[in-house]
Protein backbone atom coordinates (compact mmCIF):
# COMPACT_ATOMS: atom_id res chain seq x y z
CA UNK A 1 0.00 0.00 0.00
CA UNK A 2 1.36 3.12 -0.76
CA UNK A 3 1.47 6.50 1.07
CA UNK A 4 -1.39 7.76 -0.70
CA UNK A 5 -3.28 4.76 -0.10
CA UNK A 6 -2.84 4.93 3.39
CA UNK A 7 -3.77 9.22 3.55
CA UNK A 8 -6.74 8.34 1.16
CA UNK A 9 -7.81 5.29 3.69
CA UNK A 10 -7.08 7.56 6.79
CA UNK A 11 -9.22 10.71 5.33
CA UNK A 12 -11.76 9.78 2.58
CA UNK A 13 -14.55 9.51 5.37
CA UNK A 14 -14.06 12.23 7.48
CA UNK A 15 -13.89 14.65 4.45
CA UNK A 16 -16.91 13.34 2.89
CA UNK A 17 -18.99 13.37 6.29
CA UNK A 18 -17.97 16.84 7.04
CA UNK A 19 -18.71 18.61 3.86
CA UNK A 20 -22.15 16.46 3.81
CA UNK A 21 -22.64 17.86 7.43
CA UNK A 22 -22.20 21.76 5.83
CA UNK A 23 -23.68 21.06 2.64
CA UNK A 24 -26.13 18.66 2.60
CA UNK A 25 -25.92 16.89 -0.46
CA UNK A 26 -24.39 13.48 0.01
CA UNK A 27 -23.55 12.87 -4.45
CA UNK A 28 -21.75 16.40 -4.55
CA UNK A 29 -20.06 15.91 -1.33
CA UNK A 30 -18.27 12.55 -2.45
CA UNK A 31 -17.72 14.61 -5.75
CA UNK A 32 -16.30 17.39 -4.37
CA UNK A 33 -14.05 14.72 -1.89
CA UNK A 34 -12.75 12.32 -4.87
CA UNK A 35 -11.74 15.56 -6.83
CA UNK A 36 -9.97 16.97 -4.11
CA UNK A 37 -8.15 14.16 -3.01
CA UNK A 38 -7.87 13.11 -7.18
CA UNK A 39 -5.58 16.78 -6.96
CA UNK A 40 -3.69 15.67 -4.02
CA UNK A 41 -2.86 12.49 -5.95
CA UNK A 42 -2.07 14.70 -8.61
CA UNK A 43 0.77 16.61 -6.32
CA UNK A 44 1.66 14.16 -3.56
CA UNK A 45 5.27 14.67 -3.52
CA UNK A 46 4.20 18.20 -2.48
CA UNK A 47 1.36 18.03 -0.58
CA UNK A 48 2.78 15.01 1.23
CA UNK A 49 5.20 17.11 2.80
CA UNK A 50 2.62 19.61 4.15
CA UNK A 51 2.56 19.46 8.00
CA UNK A 52 -1.14 18.58 7.65
CA UNK A 53 -1.98 17.22 3.91
CA UNK A 54 -5.29 16.77 4.86
CA UNK A 55 -5.96 20.48 5.24
CA UNK A 56 -5.07 20.92 1.57
CA UNK A 57 -7.38 18.38 0.89
CA UNK A 58 -10.45 20.34 2.83
CA UNK A 59 -9.38 23.61 1.11
CA UNK A 60 -9.51 21.95 -2.23
CA UNK A 61 -12.84 19.91 -1.73
CA UNK A 62 -14.76 23.31 0.17
CA UNK A 63 -13.88 25.49 -3.13
CA UNK A 64 -14.84 22.70 -5.41
CA UNK A 65 -18.15 22.63 -3.68
CA UNK A 66 -19.03 25.85 -3.67
CA UNK A 67 -18.08 26.84 -7.33
CA UNK A 68 -20.28 23.87 -7.64
CA UNK A 69 -22.95 25.65 -5.59
CA UNK A 70 -22.28 28.93 -7.58
CA UNK A 71 -22.97 27.21 -10.81
CA UNK A 72 -26.54 25.49 -9.47
CA UNK A 73 -27.94 29.19 -8.37
CA UNK A 74 -26.88 30.48 -12.06
CA UNK A 75 -28.57 27.32 -13.32
CA UNK A 76 -31.63 27.52 -11.25
CA UNK A 77 -31.92 31.05 -10.98
CA UNK A 78 -32.19 30.87 -15.02
CA UNK A 79 -34.75 28.27 -14.85
CA UNK A 80 -36.60 29.80 -11.96
CA UNK A 81 -37.06 32.60 -14.90
CA UNK A 82 -39.36 29.87 -16.64
CA UNK A 83 -41.80 29.06 -14.14
CA UNK A 84 -40.26 26.00 -12.60
CA UNK A 85 -40.13 25.14 -8.83
CA UNK A 86 -36.73 24.29 -7.77
CA UNK A 87 -35.38 24.08 -4.48
CA UNK A 88 -32.21 25.70 -3.11
CA UNK A 89 -29.11 24.38 -3.83
CA UNK A 90 -27.37 26.09 -1.17
CA UNK A 91 -29.94 24.67 1.94
CA UNK A 92 -28.99 21.17 2.72
CA UNK A 93 -32.22 18.49 2.06
CA UNK A 94 -32.91 16.86 5.30
CA UNK A 95 -33.52 13.59 2.88
CA UNK A 96 -29.48 14.06 2.18
CA UNK A 97 -28.50 14.76 5.78
CA UNK A 98 -27.90 11.13 5.82
CA UNK A 99 -26.14 11.13 9.23
CA UNK A 100 -26.57 8.46 12.30
CA UNK A 101 -27.97 11.01 15.00
CA UNK A 102 -31.32 12.48 13.45
CA UNK A 103 -30.88 15.35 16.43
CA UNK A 104 -27.52 15.84 14.77
CA UNK A 105 -29.04 17.06 11.36
CA UNK A 106 -31.67 18.58 12.73
CA UNK A 107 -29.37 20.90 14.79
CA UNK A 108 -27.29 21.74 12.28
CA UNK A 109 -30.04 22.40 9.66
CA UNK A 110 -31.09 25.95 12.25
CA UNK A 111 -27.30 27.23 11.61
CA UNK A 112 -27.02 29.24 7.92
CA UNK A 113 -24.44 28.21 5.52
CA UNK A 114 -20.62 30.42 6.77
CA UNK A 115 -21.56 28.95 10.71
CA UNK A 116 -22.35 25.23 9.38
CA UNK A 117 -19.62 25.23 7.23
CA UNK A 118 -17.30 26.10 10.34
CA UNK A 119 -18.95 24.12 12.91
CA UNK A 120 -18.21 20.65 10.31
CA UNK A 121 -14.97 21.57 9.79
CA UNK A 122 -14.21 22.53 13.59
CA UNK A 123 -15.25 19.62 15.50
CA UNK A 124 -16.27 16.61 12.71
CA UNK A 125 -12.76 18.17 10.48
CA UNK A 126 -11.15 18.10 13.33
CA UNK A 127 -9.14 21.08 11.66
CA UNK A 128 -7.46 23.95 14.20
CA UNK A 129 -9.26 27.62 13.67
CA UNK A 130 -6.44 28.39 11.31
CA UNK A 131 -6.69 25.79 9.18
CA UNK A 132 -10.80 25.96 8.98
CA UNK A 133 -9.78 29.97 8.05
CA UNK A 134 -7.35 28.67 5.64
CA UNK A 135 -10.05 26.26 4.09
CA UNK A 136 -13.26 28.57 4.53
CA UNK A 137 -10.96 31.76 2.73
CA UNK A 138 -11.69 33.93 5.10
CA UNK A 139 -9.66 35.44 8.54
CA UNK A 140 -9.19 33.77 11.92
CA UNK A 141 -11.20 35.96 13.78
CA UNK A 142 -14.54 35.88 11.53
CA UNK A 143 -13.76 31.71 11.90
CA UNK A 144 -14.10 32.33 15.55
CA UNK A 145 -16.93 35.26 15.31
CA UNK A 146 -19.01 32.37 13.16
CA UNK A 147 -18.16 29.54 15.82
CA UNK A 148 -19.32 31.69 18.76
CA UNK A 149 -22.09 32.72 17.14
CA UNK A 150 -23.15 28.71 16.25
CA UNK A 151 -22.34 27.98 19.47
CA UNK A 152 -24.99 29.98 21.05
CA UNK A 153 -27.55 28.98 18.58
CA UNK A 154 -26.84 25.65 19.20
CA UNK A 155 -27.25 26.42 22.93
CA UNK A 156 -30.42 27.19 22.40
CA UNK A 157 -31.82 25.34 20.27
CA UNK A 158 -30.42 22.48 22.56
CA UNK A 159 -31.81 24.21 25.50
CA UNK A 160 -27.89 23.65 26.84
CA UNK A 161 -26.74 26.65 29.69
CA UNK A 162 -23.27 25.75 29.75
CA UNK A 163 -21.35 27.67 27.19
CA UNK A 164 -18.18 25.67 24.84
CA UNK A 165 -15.02 26.85 24.62
CA UNK A 166 -15.11 26.83 20.65
CA UNK A 167 -12.38 29.44 19.59
CA UNK A 168 -9.98 27.45 22.13
CA UNK A 169 -7.31 25.27 19.84
CA UNK A 170 -6.34 27.75 17.21
CA UNK B 1 -29.00 16.62 24.37
CA UNK B 2 -26.39 19.20 25.38
CA UNK B 3 -24.28 20.75 24.23
CA UNK B 4 -21.36 18.49 24.81
CA UNK B 5 -23.15 15.73 23.68
CA UNK B 6 -23.79 17.26 20.61
CA UNK B 7 -20.17 18.17 19.52
CA UNK B 8 -19.58 14.53 20.60
CA UNK B 9 -22.38 12.68 18.47
CA UNK B 10 -20.46 15.62 15.85
CA UNK B 11 -17.14 14.28 16.51
CA UNK B 12 -18.21 11.16 15.57
CA UNK B 13 -20.64 11.48 12.84
CA UNK B 14 -21.11 8.92 10.27
CA UNK B 15 -23.08 8.07 6.99
CA UNK B 16 -25.70 5.79 5.95
CA UNK B 17 -25.39 3.74 4.56
CA UNK B 18 -21.63 3.30 4.95
CA UNK B 19 -19.04 4.42 2.35
CA UNK B 20 -17.43 1.88 0.77
CA UNK B 21 -13.69 2.84 0.27
CA UNK B 22 -12.83 0.59 -2.80
CA UNK B 23 -15.36 1.96 -5.01
CA UNK B 24 -14.26 5.47 -4.11
CA UNK B 25 -10.60 4.54 -4.20
CA UNK B 26 -11.25 3.61 -7.89
CA UNK B 27 -13.48 6.07 -8.92
CA UNK B 28 -10.49 8.75 -7.41
CA UNK B 29 -8.11 7.30 -9.52
CA UNK B 30 -10.25 7.56 -12.71
CA UNK B 31 -10.44 10.94 -11.84
CA UNK B 32 -6.04 11.06 -12.37
CA UNK B 33 -6.05 9.36 -15.22
CA UNK B 34 -8.49 11.71 -16.71
CA UNK B 35 -6.82 14.47 -15.37
CA UNK B 36 -3.60 13.31 -16.78
CA UNK B 37 -4.92 12.62 -20.19
CA UNK B 38 -6.13 16.66 -20.14
CA UNK B 39 -2.98 17.31 -19.50
CA UNK B 40 -1.77 15.82 -22.32
CA UNK B 41 -4.22 17.30 -24.79
CA UNK B 42 -3.18 20.42 -23.67
CA UNK B 43 0.18 20.20 -23.87
CA UNK B 44 -0.14 18.58 -27.38
CA UNK B 45 -2.36 21.58 -28.51
CA UNK B 46 0.23 24.38 -27.21
CA UNK B 47 3.08 22.49 -28.89
CA UNK B 48 1.32 22.58 -32.16
CA UNK B 49 0.78 26.31 -31.43
CA UNK B 50 4.28 26.83 -30.75
CA UNK B 51 5.59 25.09 -33.75
CA UNK B 52 2.87 26.84 -36.03
CA UNK B 53 4.14 30.10 -34.33
CA UNK B 54 7.85 28.85 -35.51
CA UNK B 55 6.68 28.00 -38.74
CA UNK B 56 4.66 30.86 -39.73
CA UNK B 57 1.65 28.85 -40.91
CA UNK B 58 -1.45 28.48 -39.82
CA UNK B 59 -2.36 24.93 -38.87
CA UNK B 60 -5.82 24.22 -38.93
CA UNK B 61 -6.87 20.87 -36.88
CA UNK B 62 -10.04 19.76 -38.37
CA UNK B 63 -11.74 16.33 -37.34
CA UNK B 64 -11.07 13.37 -39.56
CA UNK B 65 -14.06 12.60 -41.83
CA UNK B 66 -15.43 8.83 -41.08
CA UNK B 67 -18.72 8.73 -43.40
CA UNK B 68 -16.47 7.92 -46.37
CA UNK B 69 -14.23 5.05 -44.77
CA UNK B 70 -17.48 3.57 -42.96
CA UNK B 71 -18.62 0.92 -45.65
CA UNK B 72 -15.63 0.71 -47.74
CA UNK B 73 -14.31 -2.71 -48.23
CA UNK B 74 -10.99 -3.54 -48.79
CA UNK B 75 -10.60 -6.17 -51.45
CA UNK B 76 -14.30 -7.34 -51.19
CA UNK B 77 -17.46 -5.96 -51.14
CA UNK B 78 -18.80 -2.90 -48.75
CA UNK B 79 -22.20 -3.11 -46.52
CA UNK B 80 -24.72 -0.68 -48.56
CA UNK B 81 -24.78 0.95 -44.93
CA UNK B 82 -24.10 0.76 -41.58
CA UNK B 83 -24.99 -2.37 -39.11
CA UNK B 84 -27.80 -1.87 -36.70
CA UNK B 85 -26.46 -4.23 -34.69
CA UNK B 86 -22.99 -4.95 -34.01
CA UNK B 87 -20.92 -7.84 -32.09
CA UNK B 88 -17.23 -7.53 -31.37
CA UNK B 89 -14.89 -10.36 -30.68
CA UNK B 90 -11.97 -8.32 -29.64
CA UNK B 91 -10.54 -5.25 -29.55
CA UNK B 92 -10.30 -4.61 -32.98
CA UNK B 93 -12.89 -7.86 -35.02
CA UNK B 94 -16.46 -7.50 -34.44
CA UNK B 95 -19.67 -8.56 -36.67
CA UNK B 96 -22.41 -6.37 -37.81
CA UNK B 97 -25.62 -7.11 -38.85
CA UNK B 98 -27.83 -5.88 -42.25
CA UNK B 99 -31.69 -6.87 -42.06
CA UNK B 100 -34.13 -6.03 -45.18
CA UNK B 101 -37.47 -7.38 -44.13
CA UNK B 102 -40.21 -7.38 -46.74
CA UNK B 103 -43.31 -6.84 -44.48
CA UNK B 104 -46.63 -7.41 -46.10
CA UNK B 105 -49.53 -6.74 -43.52
CA UNK B 106 -51.28 -10.04 -44.24
CA UNK B 107 -48.22 -12.40 -45.16
CA UNK B 108 -44.93 -13.82 -44.00
CA UNK B 109 -42.14 -11.17 -43.80
CA UNK B 110 -39.09 -12.15 -45.91
CA UNK B 111 -35.76 -11.07 -44.74
CA UNK B 112 -32.25 -10.57 -46.08
CA UNK B 113 -29.57 -10.59 -43.88
CA UNK B 114 -26.50 -9.32 -44.57
CA UNK B 115 -23.44 -9.83 -42.30
CA UNK B 116 -20.95 -7.07 -41.97
CA UNK B 117 -17.24 -8.22 -40.62
CA UNK B 118 -14.62 -5.25 -39.20
CA UNK B 119 -11.10 -5.63 -38.41
CA UNK B 120 -10.18 -1.95 -37.50
CA UNK B 121 -12.57 -1.55 -34.78
CA UNK B 122 -15.53 -0.75 -36.31
CA UNK B 123 -14.31 2.03 -38.89
CA UNK B 124 -14.74 0.15 -42.30
CA UNK B 125 -17.08 -3.18 -43.48
CA UNK B 126 -17.06 -5.57 -45.57
CA UNK B 127 -19.77 -7.62 -46.29
CA UNK B 128 -18.99 -11.53 -45.05
CA UNK B 129 -21.92 -13.46 -45.73
CA UNK B 130 -25.49 -13.43 -46.25
CA UNK B 131 -28.74 -15.36 -45.52
CA UNK B 132 -31.18 -14.47 -48.34
CA UNK B 133 -35.09 -14.96 -48.12
CA UNK B 134 -35.96 -15.97 -44.96
CA UNK B 135 -39.49 -16.83 -44.54
CA UNK B 136 -41.20 -16.21 -41.08
CA UNK B 137 -44.22 -18.52 -41.68
CA UNK B 138 -47.04 -17.60 -40.01
CA UNK B 139 -45.65 -14.34 -38.46
CA UNK B 140 -46.78 -11.00 -38.92
CA UNK B 141 -45.12 -7.58 -39.07
CA UNK B 142 -41.29 -7.19 -38.38
CA UNK B 143 -39.66 -10.60 -36.85
CA UNK B 144 -36.63 -10.64 -33.85
CA UNK B 145 -33.62 -10.63 -35.64
CA UNK B 146 -30.30 -10.32 -33.24
CA UNK B 147 -26.41 -10.66 -33.65
CA UNK B 148 -24.32 -12.43 -31.08
CA UNK B 149 -20.34 -13.47 -31.79
CA UNK B 150 -17.98 -15.18 -30.09
CA UNK B 151 -13.92 -15.92 -31.78
CA UNK B 152 -15.16 -17.14 -34.90
CA UNK B 153 -18.45 -18.11 -34.10
CA UNK B 154 -21.55 -15.75 -35.21
CA UNK B 155 -25.46 -16.33 -34.30
CA UNK B 156 -28.65 -14.72 -36.21
CA UNK B 157 -31.32 -14.64 -33.33
CA UNK B 158 -34.69 -14.26 -33.22
CA UNK B 159 -37.97 -15.73 -34.40
CA UNK B 160 -35.09 -18.04 -36.21
CA UNK B 161 -31.57 -18.94 -35.07
CA UNK B 162 -28.50 -19.46 -37.71
CA UNK B 163 -25.57 -19.56 -36.87
CA UNK B 164 -22.06 -19.75 -38.29
CA UNK B 165 -18.69 -21.10 -37.44
CA UNK B 166 -16.56 -19.86 -40.11
CA UNK B 167 -16.71 -16.00 -39.22
CA UNK B 168 -20.21 -15.33 -40.77
CA UNK B 169 -19.48 -16.45 -44.12
CA UNK B 170 -21.74 -19.11 -44.11
CA UNK B 171 -24.66 -19.96 -42.18
CA UNK B 172 -26.91 -23.45 -41.16
CA UNK B 173 -30.43 -22.94 -39.31
CA UNK B 174 -30.46 -23.78 -35.59
CA UNK B 175 -33.27 -25.67 -33.93
CA UNK B 176 -33.22 -24.32 -30.35
CA UNK B 177 -36.78 -25.27 -30.00
CA UNK B 178 -38.99 -21.78 -30.83
CA UNK B 179 -37.96 -18.26 -30.31
CA UNK B 180 -35.50 -16.93 -28.73
CA UNK B 181 -35.51 -13.60 -26.64
CA UNK B 182 -32.03 -13.45 -25.20
CA UNK B 183 -28.84 -14.95 -26.25
CA UNK B 184 -25.90 -14.88 -24.45
CA UNK B 185 -22.10 -16.80 -26.02
CA UNK B 186 -19.28 -17.58 -23.81
CA UNK B 187 -16.35 -19.86 -24.60
CA UNK B 188 -18.41 -23.01 -23.27
CA UNK B 189 -21.15 -22.93 -25.34
CA UNK B 190 -24.33 -20.48 -26.15
CA UNK B 191 -27.36 -20.17 -24.32
CA UNK B 192 -31.06 -18.81 -24.64
CA UNK B 193 -34.30 -17.70 -23.81
CA UNK B 194 -36.35 -20.12 -26.12
CA UNK B 195 -40.33 -20.06 -26.36
CA UNK B 196 -42.31 -22.27 -28.74
CA UNK B 197 -45.07 -19.46 -29.06
CA UNK B 198 -45.29 -16.02 -29.96
CA UNK B 199 -45.04 -13.59 -27.73
CA UNK B 200 -49.15 -12.79 -27.45
CA UNK B 201 -49.43 -16.52 -26.47
CA UNK B 202 -48.70 -18.00 -23.00
CA UNK B 203 -46.42 -20.76 -23.09
CA UNK B 204 -43.52 -21.10 -21.28
CA UNK B 205 -40.17 -19.37 -21.47
CA UNK B 206 -37.38 -22.21 -21.31
CA UNK B 207 -33.48 -21.76 -20.96
CA UNK B 208 -31.45 -24.08 -24.06
CA UNK B 209 -27.63 -24.06 -24.45
CA UNK B 210 -25.93 -25.79 -27.16
CA UNK B 211 -22.19 -26.65 -27.62
CA UNK B 212 -19.86 -24.20 -29.68
CA UNK B 213 -19.24 -26.92 -32.06
CA UNK B 214 -22.70 -27.04 -32.73
CA UNK B 215 -25.09 -29.93 -32.45
CA UNK B 216 -28.52 -30.59 -30.39
CA UNK B 217 -29.77 -28.29 -28.30
CA UNK B 218 -30.20 -29.18 -25.00
CA UNK B 219 -33.25 -27.85 -22.84
CA UNK B 220 -32.61 -26.84 -19.14
CA UNK B 221 -35.46 -29.68 -17.24
CA UNK B 222 -35.07 -27.48 -14.26
CA UNK B 223 -35.17 -23.82 -15.55
CA UNK B 224 -37.49 -21.52 -13.54
CA UNK B 225 -41.42 -21.64 -15.01
CA UNK B 226 -41.71 -18.09 -16.50
CA UNK B 227 -44.46 -17.17 -19.15
CA UNK B 228 -43.81 -13.68 -19.69
CA UNK B 229 -42.27 -13.50 -23.84
CA UNK B 230 -39.57 -10.94 -22.38
CA UNK B 231 -36.33 -12.04 -20.12
CA UNK B 232 -32.82 -10.82 -19.92
CA UNK B 233 -30.50 -13.64 -19.12
CA UNK B 234 -27.18 -12.57 -17.52
CA UNK B 235 -24.00 -15.01 -17.07
CA UNK B 236 -21.22 -13.23 -15.27
CA UNK B 237 -19.39 -16.83 -15.00
CA UNK B 238 -19.24 -19.98 -16.92
CA UNK B 239 -21.20 -21.40 -13.04
CA UNK B 240 -23.97 -18.27 -12.14
CA UNK B 241 -26.64 -17.12 -14.48
CA UNK B 242 -29.46 -14.83 -13.70
CA UNK B 243 -32.76 -14.77 -15.60
CA UNK B 244 -34.89 -11.63 -15.50
CA UNK B 245 -38.18 -11.87 -16.79
CA UNK B 246 -39.28 -8.17 -17.35
CA UNK B 247 -42.82 -8.62 -16.18
CA UNK B 248 -42.63 -6.78 -13.01
CA UNK B 249 -43.63 -9.43 -11.20
CA UNK B 250 -41.14 -8.65 -8.64
CA UNK B 251 -38.69 -11.79 -8.85
CA UNK B 252 -35.20 -12.80 -10.74
CA UNK B 253 -34.01 -16.43 -10.58
CA UNK B 254 -30.33 -16.80 -9.75
CA UNK B 255 -28.09 -20.52 -10.49
CA UNK B 256 -24.50 -20.99 -9.50
CA UNK B 257 -24.58 -24.60 -10.65
CA UNK B 258 -24.66 -23.72 -14.13
CA UNK B 259 -28.00 -23.49 -14.57
CA UNK B 260 -29.34 -27.43 -12.66
CA UNK B 261 -31.05 -25.86 -10.12
CA UNK B 262 -32.45 -22.05 -9.21
CA UNK B 263 -32.99 -19.90 -6.61
CA UNK B 264 -35.60 -16.78 -6.92
CA UNK B 265 -34.67 -13.45 -5.84
CA UNK B 266 -37.30 -11.00 -4.31
CA UNK B 267 -36.15 -7.59 -5.94
CA UNK B 268 -36.49 -4.39 -4.33
CA UNK B 269 -38.21 -2.23 -6.78
CA UNK B 270 -40.77 -5.37 -7.52
CA UNK B 271 -42.93 -3.46 -9.90
CA UNK B 272 -40.79 -1.87 -12.36
CA UNK B 273 -37.36 -3.60 -12.52
CA UNK B 274 -36.15 -3.45 -16.26
CA UNK B 275 -32.75 -4.52 -16.36
CA UNK B 276 -30.03 -6.28 -14.24
CA UNK B 277 -26.42 -6.30 -14.85
CA UNK B 278 -23.77 -8.62 -12.89
CA UNK B 279 -20.38 -8.79 -12.38
CA UNK B 280 -18.32 -11.95 -10.91
CA UNK B 281 -20.32 -13.98 -8.88
CA UNK B 282 -21.96 -12.29 -6.22
CA UNK B 283 -22.35 -8.47 -7.32
CA UNK B 284 -25.49 -7.80 -8.64
CA UNK B 285 -27.46 -4.54 -10.08
CA UNK B 286 -31.11 -3.51 -11.03
CA UNK B 287 -32.21 -0.98 -12.53
CA UNK B 288 -36.13 0.10 -12.16
CA UNK B 289 -37.95 2.92 -13.62
CA UNK B 290 -41.97 3.80 -14.00
CA UNK B 291 -42.72 1.96 -16.93
CA UNK B 292 -46.19 3.86 -17.04
CA UNK B 293 -44.39 6.92 -17.36
CA UNK B 294 -43.21 8.85 -20.46
CA UNK B 295 -39.70 7.89 -22.22
CA UNK B 296 -38.71 11.32 -21.56
CA UNK B 297 -39.35 10.96 -17.74
CA UNK B 298 -38.90 7.69 -17.20
CA UNK B 299 -39.36 9.01 -13.53
CA UNK B 300 -38.39 6.94 -10.05
CA UNK B 301 -35.44 5.96 -11.74
CA UNK B 302 -33.38 3.39 -9.45
CA UNK B 303 -30.61 1.72 -9.10
CA UNK B 304 -29.79 -1.43 -6.23
CA UNK B 305 -26.62 -3.55 -5.70
CA UNK B 306 -26.32 -6.65 -4.11
CA UNK B 307 -23.16 -7.89 -2.92
CA UNK B 308 -24.53 -11.26 -2.26
CA UNK B 309 -25.82 -12.87 -5.27
CA UNK B 310 -29.27 -10.24 -4.81
CA UNK B 311 -30.63 -11.62 -1.89
CA UNK B 312 -30.28 -8.49 -0.01
CA UNK B 313 -30.20 -5.02 -1.61
CA UNK B 314 -29.15 -2.20 -0.88
CA UNK B 315 -30.18 1.31 -2.82
CA UNK B 316 -27.00 3.17 -4.80
CA UNK B 317 -28.44 6.27 -6.77
CA UNK B 318 -32.12 7.36 -7.23
CA UNK B 319 -32.81 10.08 -10.06
CA UNK B 320 -32.60 13.60 -8.50
CA UNK B 321 -33.30 16.31 -11.04
CA UNK B 322 -33.33 17.10 -14.60
CA UNK B 323 -30.31 18.76 -15.10
CA UNK B 324 -27.98 17.21 -12.27
CA UNK B 325 -26.59 14.45 -14.25
CA UNK B 326 -23.38 14.18 -12.32
CA UNK B 327 -23.62 12.86 -9.27
CA UNK B 328 -26.61 10.58 -9.24
CA UNK B 329 -29.24 9.75 -11.76
CA UNK B 330 -31.42 11.91 -14.15
CA UNK B 331 -35.01 11.93 -14.02
CA UNK B 332 -35.37 12.30 -18.16
CA UNK B 333 -35.38 9.08 -19.98
CA UNK B 334 -35.86 5.21 -19.77
CA UNK B 335 -32.89 2.77 -19.04
CA UNK B 336 -32.92 0.50 -21.85
CA UNK B 337 -30.40 -1.37 -20.56
CA UNK B 338 -27.77 -2.30 -18.17
CA UNK B 339 -24.40 -3.57 -18.83
CA UNK B 340 -21.56 -4.04 -16.13
CA UNK B 341 -18.20 -4.25 -17.38
CA UNK B 342 -16.03 -4.21 -14.56
CA UNK B 343 -16.41 -4.62 -10.56
CA UNK B 344 -17.21 -0.78 -10.65
CA UNK B 345 -18.19 0.05 -14.25
CA UNK B 346 -21.73 0.13 -15.60
CA UNK B 347 -23.23 1.89 -18.88
CA UNK B 348 -26.83 2.53 -19.53
CA UNK B 349 -27.94 3.98 -22.52
CA UNK B 350 -31.69 6.08 -21.79
CA UNK B 351 -34.28 6.29 -24.38
CA UNK B 352 -33.84 9.73 -25.87
CA UNK B 353 -32.02 10.63 -23.18
CA UNK B 354 -27.92 10.44 -22.38
CA UNK B 355 -25.68 7.13 -22.44
CA UNK B 356 -24.71 7.34 -18.77
CA UNK B 357 -21.60 5.58 -17.19
CA UNK B 358 -20.59 4.81 -13.65
CA UNK B 359 -16.85 4.15 -12.22
CA UNK B 360 -17.73 3.71 -8.86
CA UNK B 361 -20.40 0.60 -9.17
CA UNK B 362 -23.35 2.95 -9.53
CA UNK B 363 -23.36 5.71 -6.86
CA UNK B 364 -22.13 8.50 -9.58
CA UNK B 365 -23.22 8.62 -12.94
CA UNK B 366 -21.33 10.59 -15.76
CA UNK B 367 -22.55 11.39 -19.01
CA UNK B 368 -20.64 10.01 -21.82
CA UNK B 369 -21.75 12.72 -24.44
CA UNK B 370 -22.60 10.35 -27.33
CA UNK B 371 -24.93 12.83 -29.46
CA UNK B 372 -27.26 10.32 -30.53
CA UNK B 373 -29.77 8.27 -28.49
CA UNK B 374 -27.68 4.38 -28.31
CA UNK B 375 -30.05 1.71 -28.24
CA UNK B 376 -27.15 -1.14 -28.26
CA UNK B 377 -24.29 -1.85 -26.37
CA UNK B 378 -21.14 -5.07 -26.74
CA UNK B 379 -18.33 -4.74 -24.70
CA UNK B 380 -15.23 -7.12 -24.88
CA UNK B 381 -13.48 -5.81 -21.87
CA UNK B 382 -13.89 -2.70 -19.10
CA UNK B 383 -11.70 -0.92 -21.75
CA UNK B 384 -13.34 -1.55 -25.42
CA UNK B 385 -17.23 -0.87 -26.33
CA UNK B 386 -19.23 0.01 -28.89
CA UNK B 387 -22.46 1.92 -28.86
CA UNK B 388 -24.73 1.78 -31.88
CA UNK B 389 -28.11 3.80 -32.72
CA UNK B 390 -29.29 1.57 -34.48
CA UNK B 391 -27.72 2.34 -37.92
CA UNK B 392 -27.25 5.31 -38.02
CA UNK B 393 -23.70 6.13 -35.84
CA UNK B 394 -21.31 3.85 -34.23
CA UNK B 395 -19.20 5.21 -31.14
CA UNK B 396 -15.97 3.28 -29.50
CA UNK B 397 -14.45 4.02 -26.27
CA UNK B 398 -10.56 2.32 -26.00
CA UNK B 399 -10.32 3.09 -21.97
CA UNK B 400 -13.56 2.31 -21.35
CA UNK B 401 -14.43 6.04 -20.09
CA UNK B 402 -14.84 8.39 -23.34
CA UNK B 403 -16.62 8.08 -26.26
CA UNK B 404 -16.07 8.46 -30.17
CA UNK B 405 -18.07 8.49 -32.81
CA UNK B 406 -16.36 6.56 -35.40
CA UNK B 407 -18.77 6.10 -38.37
CA UNK B 408 -21.73 7.38 -39.68
CA UNK B 409 -23.18 10.54 -38.29
CA UNK B 410 -24.60 11.53 -35.26
CA UNK B 411 -28.76 11.67 -34.56
CA UNK B 412 -29.77 14.38 -32.58
CA UNK B 413 -32.16 13.53 -29.27
CA UNK B 414 -35.50 15.20 -30.52
CA UNK B 415 -37.01 15.07 -26.62
CA UNK B 416 -34.73 16.54 -24.07
CA UNK B 417 -34.49 14.78 -20.90
CA UNK B 418 -36.04 17.45 -18.74
CA UNK B 419 -38.55 17.71 -16.13
CA UNK B 420 -39.59 19.61 -13.24
CA UNK B 421 -38.66 19.06 -9.49
CA UNK B 422 -42.66 17.88 -9.12
CA UNK B 423 -41.34 14.51 -10.81
CA UNK B 424 -38.47 14.26 -8.99
CA UNK B 425 -39.36 10.97 -6.82
CA UNK B 426 -36.98 9.80 -3.76
CA UNK B 427 -37.26 6.26 -1.93
Known sequence: MTDFDEFFAAHYERVVVSLRLAFGSSSDSEDAA??????????????????????????????????????????????????????????????????????????????????????????????????VARAMGCSEGTVKASLHAAMARLRVHLGDRDLDGANDGS | MDLDDFLGALAAAAVVPPLVLDDAREATELRVRRYRARRRIVSGIALVVVLATVLGGIVAVTRPSTEESVFVGQGRPGLTALPSEVAFVDATHGFGLLSQCDVPLDADPVCDITIGASADGGRTWVAAGRISQIRYAGWRG????????????????????????DGGKTF????????????????????????????SVTCATKLASVSMSGGTWHVFAHSPAITYPYVQLVRPTAAVVYLLPRDGGGVAYR?????????????PEPHSVVALA??????????????NAAATQGGRKQLARSEDGGFTWRTVAVDVGAF????????????????????????????????????????????AHVDSPIVGLSFVD?????????????????DGVHWHLIAGRPVKVNVAPTATSSTVGRP
Request: aromatic residues 8%.
Open chain 2, 324 to 367: TIRGQLPVGGFPQDLVATARNRLWTPLDRGPLLGSLDGGGHWLD
Open chain 1, 34 to 131: QEAFAKAMLRWRSVSRMDRPSTWVYVVAVRELRRRARRHVHRFSASSQDGNDQRDIGTPDPADMVVTNAVLGAALGVLPARQRLAVALRFHGDLSVKE
Open chain 2, 255 to 267: SVDSGRSWRTLQL
Open chain 2, 172 to 199: GEEQPGGIVSAFVARNDGAWAAVRDCAP
Open chain 2, 278 to 291: AFGSSRVWVMSADA
Open chain 2, 142 to 165: YPFIDLAARGTHVWVYGNRTFSSA
Open chain 2, 382 to 398: AQHGWATSGGAALYRTT
